[in-house]
């Protein structure tokens, strides 16, 4: 029986591992599927060997705590490849841990495949002989397959996840489902998806609502919030704890942390300003280690400033408020403008079918 351990360390990487999960499954029935992993990949019939939710961690300094435990699941991850010689690994995103196993899993004679690749064209080029082990490479943006293949790496385009969900409702029947008033514009708030990105950023987010609200009296706000998160004192923001789609659905504006949450803001067609805090030795170090313009996907994928970003020092109630308040006037040529270049963005993530794309990928490696 051909046995496959897949390894997704954090919330979003066990989404896209149990939808390879389920692609894997059709093409190849009767396989046999372990993981590092959460609730998606259970729910997907995979039996899940160590929990994602006691190693899920952002930045340098927050990630210090968590080393001993990645080193003891290490541990027991390459005991477990010497003695059960699966016949592929899969690794999903997470590259800290992944980079790792990589290594243990090739040192196994295991092929090991990488989806979502590491971020290397923006920490340094130099780290990429780090992927030595992984023999392919499925990567999401597509600019990095150029990349990598030029640095020596097999890689392949698969197109971005995201495009697989199902279409959003329209805006009116999204603000119908979450209770609010089908007639009044609407300001999204994305703070994230992580309880520490929540506390990172609320008080900041709930501010720029506030003076959103003083200078547009007729603004309703809408919060995507992510459940056992605190949102204190929301005051007239709504807070909904389901489906973040809806809010993406309902929006006409949004205020959004940087990461994947700008391309789903852009697959919405949502105009949005871009944001992030991390503690300020995790900022010190990434500003001197990045090598690219922006920290927005949607600016990397389009190649100019679709959306503007306001980071760390520049992160305020004040700025974001400014920056938000005209595109949620949908004649503003600001508003247009970034409309554009969501269409761009849109285009340039591919064609749906990506786990379809990775697991045809997973099949070729099986020996």
Request: hydrophobic share 45%.
């Amino acid at each position: 029986m051909t046995r496959i351990y897949i390894s997704a360390g954090e919330p979003s990487a066990d989404a896209h591992a149990a939808a390879v999960a389920t692609a894997l499954r059709r093409r190849l029935p009767g396989i046999e599927l372990e993981a590092l992993g959460g609730p998606l990949l259970e729910r997907a019939g995979v039996r899940v060997l160590d929990r994602m939710e006691s190693y899920s961690v952002v930045g340098f300094v927050e990630a210090i705590a968590k080393i001993p435990a990645h080193y003891r699941l290490l541990n027991r991850i390459k005991q477990s490849f010497k003695d059960k010689r699966y016949d592929l690994v899969i690794l999903v995103d997470y590259p800290g841990y992944h980079l790792r196993a990589a290594a243990a899993a090739s040192a196994a004679g295991i092929p090991v495949l990488y989806y979502i690749a590491p971020q290397m064209w923006a920490w340094g080029p130099k780290r990429v002989r780090k992927l030595a082990p992984v023999n392919q490479l499925a990567v999401i943006l597509p600019f990095e397959e150029k990349f990598f293949r030029e640095r020596g790496v097999a890689a392949t385009f698969v197109g971005h996840p995201l495009k697989d969900r199902p279409p959003p409702p329209a805006r009116l029947d999204a603000r119908r489902m979450l209770g609010v008033d089908p007639g009044r514009p609407t300001l999204g708030l994305f703070p994230g998806s992580r309880k520490q990105e929540v506390k990172r950023h609320w008080t900041m987010f709930r501010g720029a609502a506030a003076r959103v609200a003083a200078a547009r009296p007729d603004v309703q706000i809408i919060a995507a919030g992510t459940p056992g998160a605190e949102y204190p004192d929301p005051g007239k923001i709504k807070v909904h704890l389901g489906d973040p789609l809806l809010v993406f659905a309902a929006a006409d504006a949004g205020i959004c942390k940087s990461g994947t949450t700008t391309l789903e803001a852009a697959i919405a067609d949502l105009p949005m300003v871009i944001t992030y805090r991390v503690h300020p030795i995790t900022s010190y170090i990434a500003f001197r280690l990045l090598n690219v313009p922006w920290v927005g996907l949607v600016n990397l994928v389009a190649g100019y400033e679709v959306a503007p970003e306001f980071l760390q020092g520049r992160a305020s109630a004040e700025t974001l408020a400014d920056g938000v308040l005209p595109l949620l006037d949908a004649a503003n040529p600001v508003t247009r403008r970034q409309r554009e270049g969501l269409r761009l963005v849109r285009e340039r993530l591919g064609a749906p079918g990506a786990a379809d794309r990775v697991a045809e990928l997973a099949a070729g490696l099986i020996r």
